[in-house]
């Protein structure tokens, strides 16, 4: 199935169609900067944009920066606090909406270095804040929002995000001091098998992640900046597989039903 995804972050909304059998864009990626205030309408404007731009009719997916409950927005850190309490789904015309550190997560354990590993796997995704998914055999913990954790008296993110490196102004070097701190206190916690680093930096790997030294083994994302896209678009096509199975059970009320199991 071909499926739009569209990754809203701080700083811009991009988005692509996606084949989501392979996990592979099927057009260039569209970026367009992210509306300031990111309120929900100048944002929802941005998403039909970006289907307008693939003249895009088929199912839809979206990620967004914060606690995503049944398409529901519960928190909104790194945009505008209107977000909260907002049907996403409703207001993105019935698109699929989930934390878009939980769709690159969710891309990576599928198609990229999370693929086929057991155990416990932590993405974490470096932008305009951090953002994370945790996994547990291949099943997601959602909305774990671990970039919000108190380090040194401060959000974890607003020392050791992308956006934290350029507002200091801090060398590659002295970035990934931070960025170690801040994996150290995760590793303590969690004990992953797995760290996977993903966000806009996952590009720029080579400078900073030999910098790390870490007992957990930690790797660049494989699908770099597009995992929220395709994770998105994963999401819906899972979503819109089960609408339709749904929809056939109703449609044939002749279906043979299941036997119960003895509990």
Request: aromatic share 4%.
């Amino acid at each position: 199935m071909n499926v739009l995804g569209i990754d809203i972050g701080g700083s811009g909304i991009k988005g692509a169609p996606v084949d989501t059998t392979t996990g592979r864009l099927i057009s260039e990626r569209h970026r367009i900067p992210t509306p300031q205030p990111a309120e929900p309408g100048p944002v929802a404007d941005v998403v039909r944009a970006l289907a307008a731009h693939f003249s895009w009719t088929g199912p839809v997916g979206v990620t967004f920066p914060g606690v995503v409950r049944d398409g529901v927005v519960r928190t909104a850190a790194n945009v505008d606090p209107s977000w909260i309490g907002v049907d996403a789904g409703d207001l993105f015309g019935g698109a699929a909406v989930l934390n878009d550190a939980d769709a690159a997560g969710i891309a990576e354990m599928t198609f990229g270095e999370g693929r086929g590993r057991r155990g416990t796997v932590l993405m974490l995704t470096f932008g305009t804040g951090i953002g994370s998914a945790l996994f547990v055999d291949g099943v997601l913990v959602p909305n774990t929002e671990f970039g919000h954790l108190e380090l040194h008296g401060k959000e974890a993110e607003h020392r050791a995000s992308d956006r934290a490196r350029e507002e200091h102004d801090l060398s590659w070097e002295k970035w990934a001091e931070r960025v170690e701190d801040y994996l150290r206190h995760m590793e303590m916690l969690l004990s992953p098998a797995l760290i996977v680093v993903g966000g806009g930096v996952s590009k720029k790997a080579g400078k900073w992640l030999p910098h790390i030294r870490l007992d957990t083994p930690v790797v660049p994302a494989a699908l770099q900046n597009e995992a929220g896209i395709i994770g998105a678009a994963q999401t819906a096509a899972q979503t819109a597989a089960q609408t339709a199975a749904q929809t056939a059970d109703v449609a044939d009320p002749a279906a043979p039903v299941p036997p119960l199991r003895d509990r």
